[in-house]
């Protein structure tokens, strides 16, 4: 594989922004959240923050337009040359079609689709006691991954905090949302034949090992 254009898949709460640290450390490839970008827009009040707010407040997708337009402006960066790893997009197909396009035009597809699979129950357990940091956006956990000092980032000294949708209820639209209209995507990667299929229910430094093992050596 000369080329990372990776896709990171599954439910919220799976470990994606957990594992997406690791794997953009070791393939030197910039991580592409959609979710941290709209989270910035949010926090600056920008006119796309203010707009996305009240989908994001209730669990419920941002439309297709806004989240495709960011994802085509990020692609146009210099650092995305070598690969990147979108965590959080595409989600629905509409997104997925944008981005094979997009690759297309660049002369480029879709590497590797990994899907992190984790039950249900335990998705919910993840999300309420999620805290992430407010500069790095790293994810932490209360009990499954806690900080050595209480609210502080291991990693900047950021200062933890608890999103406003990792509510139960929240949470509970998110995995309806994710079940209706963005699992469908592993089959429609399947199609192309990119997908690995990594059990995420086990340790993060197991996943990890997976997720190694599906994308190869780490190009020198
Ligand atoms: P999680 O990591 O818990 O799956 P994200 O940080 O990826 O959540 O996303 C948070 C919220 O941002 C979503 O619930 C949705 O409102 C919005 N969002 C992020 N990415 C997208 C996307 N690709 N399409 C539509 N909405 C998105
Ligand atoms: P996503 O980006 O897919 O929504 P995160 O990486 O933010 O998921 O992880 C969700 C929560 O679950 C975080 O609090 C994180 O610390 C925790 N977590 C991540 N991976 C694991 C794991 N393998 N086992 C237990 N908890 C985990
Ligand atoms: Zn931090």
């Keep these: 594989m000369s080329q990372f254009n ?3 898949l599954g439910p919220p709460g799976a470990g ?5 640290g690791r794997i953009v450390a070791d393939y030197g490839i910039p991580h592409i959240s959609t979710g941290d970008i709209l989270r910035g827009a949010v926090k600056n009040q920008t006119a796309m923050g203010i707009e996305a707010k009240k989908f994001m407040d209730a669990g419920d997708l941002v439309p297709d ?3 495709i337009g960011i994802v085509k402006d990020r692609l146009q960066e210099p650092d995305t040359a070598k690969g990147f790893l979108m965590d959080g997009f595409p989600r629905t197909i509409p997104q997925a079609e944008a981005l094979d396009k997009v690759l297309e035009s660049l002369g480029r597809d879709v590497t590797k689709t990994i899907v992190i699979l984790v039950d249900e129950e ?5 999300l309420s006691g999620r805290r992430i940091c407010r500069s790095c956006q ?3 956990h209360v009990i499954f ?3 050595e000092v209480e609210k502080q980032c291991d990693k900047c000294g950021g200062e933890l905090y608890q999103r406003v949708d990792d509510t139960e209820a929240t949470v509970r639209n998110r995995l309806e949302v994710y079940r209706d209209q963005t699992e469908p995507l592993i089959e429609y990667y399947d199609r192309a034949g990119v997908v690995a299929r990594i059990d995420g ?3 993060p430094e197991a996943v990890y090992d997976d997720i190694r093992a599906a994308l190869g050596p780490i190009p020198e």
Excluded: E, H, Y
Aim: aromatic share 4%; net charge positive.
């Design 65 to 67: 337009s806004v989240v």
């Design 6 to 8: 990776l896709i990171l």
């Design 138 to 140: 790293a994810p932490f």
């Design 145 to 147: 991954n806690p900080p």
């Design 122 to 126: 335990d998705l919910v357990g993840r």
């Design 201 to 203: 229910a086990q340790a």
């Design 16 to 20: 994606k922004g957990t594992q997406a």
